[in-house]
């Protein structure tokens, strides 16, 4: 069984909505409307799940975890108008899982700018068919570690969501970034790289060892900045004042999944975060979405049993699911 457990999708709900993105084609080009500001990265469907499904058939996919667009998580609006938005989208994700449960997991959104009414709402979600939540990898500026989120962090260890954390797209500055879509490129992974080295050095995967929290785009440079981590924890006051572990260990907790394009890479994570931590992902429907991540998997020349736990295992004991041999 191949699940993609990064894959993103804008309900149809939301193109009914005042505040909610325009989606149309135009010249055979997908081009998303949000703010006043067009998106053209979305060069595959990104609404009509049946061709989003089809998609998922062309690259040997047999179940997908839907999430949202990141741009919609609604952490710019008021939280009370947030959580408004948050439920108009996660009932159209219910409804598509619902409606293919046999091909589609979902993960929701929760107005995390205000951590209580964020995981009061989850705990809500996860009594019902969702597999977790997604979340920005910070919050109008605030870093994933900071002690306010510690309610969230407690309802999602309490209630064995998965969260699945996603760049916020607009992390990046500095010289060089608008160029060569760079803000993307390295823009994207490094934003991840810093809120999970927030999150370890803040000491929340040490307090949460249950936690079960997914990196986009295989970590960013997370793994390969390990050693600094460690030493800067045992070296650097700031560093190690609030980790009481080693980070590694808190590294090893966190789940990966497999969108680094390099069968070499991959191949580097898994020997580094273990077989059991890297979930196969595709990033779905973007210009830069691995289309065949099984093939890249495959490439990567992992033992049958680590690359079984890759293509599907992992996401399906993390997503509840059955698997059929």
Same mark, same amino acid.
């Given at each position: 069984?191949?699940?993609?457990?990064?894959?993103?999708?804008?309900?149809?709900?939301?193109?009914?909505?005042?505040?909610?993105?325009?989606?149309?084609?135009?010249?055979?080009?997908?081009?998303?409307?949000?703010?006043?500001?067009?998106?053209?990265?979305?060069?595959?469907?990104?609404?009509?799940?049946?061709?989003?499904?089809?998609?998922?058939?062309?690259?040997?996919?047999?179940?997908?975890?839907?999430?949202?667009?990141?741009?919609?998580?609604?952490?710019?609006?008021?939280?009370?108008?947030?959580?408004?938005?948050?439920?108009?989208?996660?009932?159209?994700?219910?409804?598509?899982?619902?409606?293919?449960?046999?091909?589609?997991?979902?993960?929701?959104?929760?107005?995390?700018?205000?951590?209580?009414?964020?995981?009061?709402?989850?705990?809500?979600?996860?009594?019902?068919?969702?597999?977790?939540?997604?979340?920005?990898?910070?919050?109008?500026?605030?870093?994933?570690?900071?002690?306010?989120?510690?309610?969230?962090?407690?309802?999602?260890?309490?209630?064995?969501?998965?969260?699945?954390?996603?760049?916020?797209?607009?992390?990046?500055?500095?010289?060089?970034?608008?160029?060569?879509?760079?803000?993307?490129?390295?823009?994207?992974?490094?934003?991840? %790289? @810093? $809120? =999970? /080295?927030? &999150?370890?050095? #803040?000491?929340?995967?040490?307090?949460?060892? +249950?936690?079960?929290?997914? !990196?986009?785009?295989?970590?960013?440079?997370?793994?390969?900045?390990?050693?600094?981590?460690?030493?800067?924890?045992?070296?650097?006051?700031?560093?190690?004042?609030?980790?009481?572990?080693?980070?590694?260990?808190?590294?090893?907790?966190?789940?990966?999944?497999?969108?680094?394009?390099?069968?070499?890479?991959?191949?580097?994570?898994?020997?580094?975060?273990?077989?059991?931590?890297?979930?196969?992902?595709?990033?779905?429907?973007?210009?830069?979405?691995?289309?065949?991540?099984?093939? %890249? @998997? $495959? =490439? /990567?020349? &992992?033992?049958? #049993?680590?690359?079984?736990?890759?293509?599907? +295992?992992?996401?399906?004991? !993390?997503?509840?699911?059955?698997?059929?041999?």
């Amino acid at each position: 069984m191949r699940i993609d457990a990064h894959a993103h999708v804008i309900v149809s709900e939301l193109l009914r909505e005042p505040w909610g993105p325009r989606v149309r084609w135009e010249d055979g080009a997908q081009v998303v409307e949000l703010g006043g500001r067009e998106i053209r990265s979305a060069v595959r469907d990104f609404v009509d799940v049946d061709a989003i499904l089809a998609a998922q058939d062309e690259a040997g996919i047999d179940h997908v975890v839907l999430c949202p667009w990141v741009n919609l998580l609604g952490y710019d609006a008021p939280a009370d108008e947030a959580l408004e938005r948050c439920r108009v989208q996660n009932a159209g994700l219910c409804g598509l899982q619902a409606a293919h449960p046999d091909r589609v997991s979902v993960l929701g959104t929760v107005p995390l700018q205000d951590p209580v009414v964020a995981a009061a709402e989850l705990e809500a979600l996860m009594d019902s068919a969702f597999a977790g939540v997604e979340i920005a990898a910070s919050v109008n500026g605030v870093p994933l570690g900071d002690e306010r989120f510690a309610p969230f962090w407690a309802a999602a260890e309490a209630t064995a969501a998965l969260v699945f954390i996603h760049p916020t797209t607009r992390g990046s500055a500095g010289a060089g970034f608008d160029d060569f879509y760079l803000w993307n490129l390295v823009g994207n992974p490094m934003e991840t %790289t @810093v $809120a =999970a /080295a927030h &999150l370890v050095l #803040a000491g929340v995967l040490d307090r949460h060892p +249950g936690l079960q929290v997914l !990196l986009a785009h295989g970590g960013g440079a997370l793994p390969a900045l390990r050693g600094r981590l460690r030493h800067g924890w045992s070296a650097v006051a700031p560093a190690g004042a609030k980790l009481r572990e080693d980070p590694e260990a808190s590294l090893r907790r966190l789940y990966y999944d497999t969108v680094v394009f390099d069968p070499d890479v991959l191949r580097e994570l898994v020997a580094f975060a273990g077989a059991d931590h890297v979930l196969l992902g595709s990033d779905y429907p973007f210009d830069m979405a691995d289309a065949r991540p099984a093939e %890249t @998997v $495959a =490439a /990567a020349g &992992l033992r049958p #049993a680590e690359e079984a736990a890759v293509l599907g +295992g992992n996401a399906a004991r !993390l997503l509840g699911l059955e698997v059929h041999r």
